[in-house]
């Protein structure tokens, strides 16, 4: 059985370089690291879209009434006074959502114990906290890389050397999907 590689680390600081790694991998595409890092990343990455290729139309469409918030032209929700009190008012909305079935939910919950939820905040720097959306990576594979990489039987990864790096001379790639 192959041995996982240290990387001068304690296990703990391993396990989180290569989870943010892998995360950083799967949002934005490619990342800049070392080459025995790049190789440690990529064993686990491969197996997370391996299991998202397997996964990725295992599911099952339903249609659900939901309740929104009815909001003016600026974004704000409408309220109204009802026996002396404002409450907001709602709408009903048919909706289709997608519904995992046993199989593909168990394969998100082993994403999620490998990747970090990453967070977007806005630019702008107004409401910068109140605007911030968590990044739903799961459904990025299931949805993108799933069916991207449907008939191909591996290799989902490529390392490009780009040379050593000033401070220690390590060797530094880019790893990205194919």
Not at 28 to 41: D, L, N, S
Not at 66 to 73: C, E, F, G, L, Y
């Amino acid at each position: 059985m192959p041995r996982k590689k240290k990387l001068s680390l304690t296990s703990s600081q391993r396990k989180a370089l290569l989870r943010n790694q892998a995360t950083a991998l799967i949002q934005h595409g490619k990342i800049v690291t070392t080459q025995a890092r790049a190789k440690e990343v990529r064993k686990i990455v491969e197996s997370l879209i391996a299991l998202a290729v397997k996964e990725r139309d295992n599911y099952e469409t339903v249609s659900i009434k939901a309740k929104v918030a009815r909001k003016d032209a600026d974004g704000k929700r409408v309220k109204e006074v009802i026996d002396g009190k404002r409450r907001t008012v709602y709408d009903e909305v048919d909706k289709e959502i997608k519904k995992d079935k046993p199989s593909r939910l168990n394969a998100r919950r082993k994403i999620y114990s490998v990747l970090y939820v990453p967070t977007f905040v806005p630019k702008e720097a107004a409401k910068r906290k109140r605007n911030t959306k968590k990044i739903d990576l799961a459904a990025k594979l299931f949805d993108e890389y799933g069916p991207k990489y449907a008939d191909r039987k591996g290799g989902y990864t490529r390392v490009i050397k780009i040379g050593q790096r000033k401070g220690d001379a390590a060797m530094e790639v880019v790893l990205e999907f194919v």
